[in-house]
Every structure is written in C-alpha cells, then in structure tokens.
C-alpha cells in the first residue's frame, strides 16, 4: 500500500514538473512585461534596470536554469503585478478558493446521493426519467453560460442576489451554484449506477427477505457497498473545480486562486502564475492521494493488493 502511494506521489511531481516547465515557456510567449508596465518613449536606462530586477535580460535558456534553482529552494521570485512573493500571492488566494471548492463539492454529493438513489430505487419509472433527464442537462451545462443566465435573472431582472464579491452569504450563492451544477449531474448519474448494480445483488435482496426497511436497505447496505466509484468519481471531479474556480472569478470577481491566475496572464507577471500553478498542482496531487488512501479504506481490497 505504501509503495503504491509513493508510486502516485512521485509520478504527480513529476507531471507537476512538467506543467511547470509548459507554463515557464507559454507564458513567455504572451510578451514582455515591459509592454505594460512602460509606456512608449520610455527611457532605455528605466527598461535595462527593470529587466534586469526580474531577471529577463538574461538568454531565455539561462532564465530557465535560475528558475529550476530557485523552485529547488522554493523561491519563485517576487510578483510584478502586485510586488510581494509570489508564492505568498498564490497561498494566500488558495484558501478561498478550497473553500469554496468544499462546499460546492459537499453540496454535489449530498444533492446527488439522494437523487441518484431515488432514480435507482424507482427504475424506469417517471422519477427516474425526470431525474435522468435534469442531470443530463445539468453536466452537459457550460459554467460559463449558467453564471451569465443566473446573473440575468437572479441579479438583474429578480434582484435578490449580488452580481459580485463575497461580503455577505447571498454572494455565495452564485458562484456555488456554479461550480456544483455539473458535478450534480455527473454524480447523480454515477450514484444511480452503482445503486442498480448493488440493489440486484443476492445480499440486498436477502437483507429485504429478513424484514429490513426499505430505508435501511437503500442507505446501509446498497449504498454503503456502492461507494467505492462514488468516491472514485467525485475525487476526480474535485480535482477539476480549479476550472470551475477560473470561471467564478472572473465573471462574479470572486476572489481565489482562479482571479489571481486570471490577472497575472493579463499582467504577464510571470512569477506569480508559475506559483499559482505549483500551488494548485501540489493541491490536486494531495487530494488525488487522500481518494487513494479513502478507497483503500472503504474498500480493504484495495489496500491488501
């Protein structure tokens, strides 16, 4: 168990590695810092002095190495944009945005266990249609246009709800509602799955012979022995909040890691976007690891091959 969990943990530094390495070159691509930060005329002496500060009068080939030996001291240098340390830029957006990535994912999984078991429990019949059919509509939904039509109608026309912040709970609602609409769906459908394939096995149906309520039989038994793809599912799907995060805090100017990557690629501040991204990689490895180790306790198979 403890090879197969060094095994991922490795393998998930070395894609991080990686990304980072896509994301130090890209985002090189986007230009010169000095195209925004300096207006036209500026002096060269102002130019040499700012490129040589951030390190970019040197050959893109020796930036690179600095780089490399800066991350192995975990140093990413300091924010253009903002001017304080990268890496305190990204940690201290980070909390937020796993904040809201929490709720949203509770609140996905309690939203679909019970729709998904009821879909399962009443199979082909019109619950099961109707929930089928909304949790098709709700993953296929682009998170994009949900937060645009949400802000129409519960901002604009209602005017019950903000369009932007996070100063009170109302604000919550929108960007929550944004991130949890797709993995509803998904898990929902998942959930009905794994109920269907438990509900027809020979130790629900002997559970049912010896007189135990429908109730106990749905949540303590099949549900119980139907988790291991649940947790499987929603672990991956937590991991790709982050995008989800992007897209909250951009169009509801929600604060998070997601607006803080947003504004580095349009400040080209380089330091902080290759934080940033080290930051929610470090994050996602950690939280794929702990699905691992949760399977392994759910399921003591696992944890035995």
């Not at 690629?265 to 180790?293: C, K």
Request: net charge positive; with cysteine.
């Amino acid at each position: 168990m403890y090879t197969y969990l060094g095994r991922r943990l490795l393998s998930g530094f070395i894609t991080l590695l990686g990304v980072v390495v896509v994301v130090f070159f890209m985002s090189r691509l986007t230009g010169s810092p000095i195209d925004l930060f300096f207006p036209e005329g500026a002096e060269p002496a102002q130019i040499d002095a700012f490129n040589k500060a951030y390190g970019l009068d040197k050959p893109l080939a020796q930036q690179f190495g600095i780089f490399l030996l800066n991350v192995g001291q975990g140093d990413f240098g300091t924010s253009i944009w903002q001017q304080r340390p990268a890496m305190e830029a990204a940690l201290s957006e980070m909390p937020m945005t796993l904040l809201l990535a929490a709720i949203a994912m509770t609140i996905s999984i309690l939203v679909a266990l019970i729709l998904g078991s009821l879909a399962a429990v009443y199979r082909f019949r019109a619950v099961d249609r109707t929930i089928t059919i909304l949790s098709l509509m709700t993953s296929s939904m682009p998170h994009f246009w949900f937060a645009l039509v949400g802000i129409l109608i519960f901002a604009v026309q209602l005017r019950v709800l903000p369009t932007s912040g996070s100063n009170s709970w109302l604000s919550w609602i929108l960007p929550i509602a944004t991130v949890s609409i797709g993995p509803i769906g998904v898990l929902t459908q998942v959930v009905r799955g794994a109920m269907i394939d438990v509900l027809s096995s020979g130790y629900v149906r002997n559970a049912r012979a010896r007189g135990f309520s429908a109730r106990r039989v749905v949540y303590r038994h099949a549900l119980r022995n139907a988790a291991l793809p649940i947790i499987s599912v929603a672990g991956d799907i937590a991991a790709g909040m982050v995008n989800g995060a992007v897209i909250v805090s951009v169009v509801f100017a929600f604060p998070g890691i997601g607006r803080l990557i947003v504004g580095a690629i349009l400040n080209r501040d380089y330091p902080v976007l290759e934080a940033s991204v080290v930051v929610v990689g470090v994050s996602i490895i950690l939280l794929n690891l702990l699905i691992d180790i949760i399977c392994s306790i759910v399921d003591p198979r696992i944890r035995l091959n």
